[in-house]
């Protein structure tokens, strides 16, 4: 919140004053220190991920990044923290999916691009082009090269998948 860093600059001048607040001015008053300490969060990495998933839009675009933050900081065990970032960014682009690619980068502050949910995106839309070039008639080896993809992933992919009759259509 806004007023936070407002608040933590009135009782860091006049840390006395916390005390007027309550009504209660103990002896020792005078000495009284204000620090303020970051609280981190003792739920596991999991649970907060289940959380981003029921989170409302306001509330999710804050802790998705706070998240993130906490996954390049901290060991994460077992889970590897790329996975992980990915996790939040599918959650982020399901639950934005109104904003563009670039209002949801600023909003988590990372490269979309580099996460496994566009990488796959990317490699889906490029075996469609190539399923629809191939059937406009174009050679397997013009097609790789227009989709930048391999010839044996445009075989494997696209040609080996299709249906009989959509095999006979581009041989």
């Known amino acids: 919140m806004k007023r936070d860093s407002i608040y933590y600059q009135i009782f860091k001048r006049f840390p006395a004053l916390i005390f007027e607040l309550v009504d209660d001015r103990p002896q020792h008053a005078q000495n009284y220190r204000f620090e303020s300490v970051e609280v981190t969060n003792t739920l596991p990495i999991g649970i907060n991920l289940m959380q981003l998933t029921i989170a409302s839009e306001k509330a999710m675009a804050s802790q998705a990044k706070q998240l993130i933050e906490r996954v ?100």
């Open 72 to 171: 390049q900081l901290e060991s994460t065990g077992t889970l590897p923290k790329n996975e992980i970032i990915d996790i939040i960014t599918t959650i982020a682009v399901y639950k934005f999916s109104s904003l563009s690619r670039e209002e949801v980068e600023a909003m988590l502050g990372l490269n979309i691009e580099e996460t496994r949910i566009y990488k796959d995106l990317e490699r889906q839309t490029k075996l469609k082009a190539a399923a629809r070039l191939l059937r406009m008639g174009y050679s397997i080896l013009e097609v790789a090269k227009a989709v930048d993809l391999s010839v044996e992933e445009i075989t494997t992919e696209v040609v080996n998948s299709q249906t009989p009759t959509e095999q006979d259509r581009t041989e």
